[in-house]
């Protein structure tokens, strides 16, 4: 597998569709808002999504770990901490791992923090998890505390920061926070804005919060949820100032002058179910700045729309080369 086209690996691909009876259906408008889904739709979530949610989570972290510097922070490590928040399924989650197994030898257990609204989601996940680890293939001890938390307000999210006792070296938030906006949740201001200024204080000293959304409209307007995510990510690393991003490379070099610009990945997956199936998001990753200026010390900036209109929307994930 490259980090951009994934095949599902074999012993999950069984797991899924064999021992969970997942189903693939891509049903776009109905999965907009997932907490209230029924118990068979998620079924047909675990065949069709989370399978798109494992091939991001596994190409951008299998990126990254071409980053040598990255990947020396963390080549020792027995054991890693992660938080999820949304995480439904835990596709993003299982494709975290499986990239960690395979770039980091010398790991034997991951403990996982997961929140997400729908009970069904959580549960599967639980079950999901408890699979995986007796799969002769898959090596890593998983600890996995999946909680089912509903957020109406700012309160819920200090509840889960008050809940956490440990830092984190992966924190991520995959296609869940355009949920908020929709909804409205936080009134006004800007969600991705504040969901990473709660979360970013539990970064470990060489911890990366993965950000990642769907690339459409919000509403039915001219904005697009991923100059939304750049906007707010951007007036939180400018107010803080003791942050910075990693990925997109450019966002790096040109975050304090962008007002939040367009950007897109694709990532390729298949599976028994489809061939080529095509999943577009747009990620940002942050950490402590020290550890920023750390792994980004020799690389040169790329160019982006922030500073040329006219450049490429797929040329900021270039990651490293």
């Known amino acids: 597998m490259d980090n951009k086209s994934v095949i599902l690996p074999v012993w999950l691909d069984r797991i899924i569709f064999d021992d969970f009876e997942a189903i693939y259906e891509p049903r776009p408008m109905e999965v907009v808002y997932n907490p209230d889904q029924p118990y068979e739709f998620i079924k047909l979530y675990l065949g069709t999504y989370f399978p798109r949610s494992f091939a991001e989570a596994y190409g951008i972290i ?18 890693i901490n992660v938080l999820d928040f949304c995480c439904g399924t835990g596709g993003e989650i299982i494709g975290l791992l499986v990239a960690l197994s395979e770039n980091l030898p010398n790991l034997k257990r ?15 996940l639980y079950h999901l998890t408890d699979s995986i680890e007796k799969v002769p293939e898959f090596r890593l001890e998983i600890h996995i505390n999946p909680q089912c ?9 200090q509840d889960i920061i008050n809940m956490s006792n440990m830092q984190y070296h992966y924190i991520m938030s995959f296609k869940a926070i355009n949920e908020f906006v929709q909804r409205g949740t936080f009134n006004d201001g ?6 990473v200024s709660y979360f970013s204080p539990l970064l470990n000293t060489n911890g990366v919060f993965i ?13 697009f949820y991923p100059q939304m995510m750049n906007s707010g990510i951007n007036g939180f690393l400018k107010g803080s ?15 304090n002058q962008c007002s939040g610009c367009y950007m897109q990945d694709i990532f390729h997956l298949s599976h028994r179910k489809i061939n080529n199936d095509r999943s577009k998001i747009a990620y940002r990753i942050i950490c402590y700045k020290s550890f920023a ?13 922030a500073i040329n209109s006219l450049a490429d929307k797929n040329t900021p994930y270039d990651l490293w080369h």
């Open 241 to 255: 100032q003791q942050y910075k991003s990693i990925v997109p490379n450019v966002c790096y070099h040109f975050e």
């Open 62 to 79: 299998t990126s990254l770990m071409t980053n040598d510097k990255y990947k020396q922070s963390l080549y020792n490590l027995q054991e």
């Open 211 to 223: 950000i990642s959304d769907v690339t459409t409209k919000v509403d039915s307007g001219t904005l």
């Open 149 to 157: 938390i509903y957020i109406e307000s700012e309160q819920e999210i």
């Open 110 to 124: 991951v403990n996982i923090n997961a929140y997400d609204a729908n009970p069904d989601a959580i549960r599967f």
């Open 293 to 305: 200026h750390e792994v980004m010390a020799g690389y040169t900036p790329k160019t982006c729309r």
């Open 190 to 195: 800007n969600p991705y804005e504040l969901i």
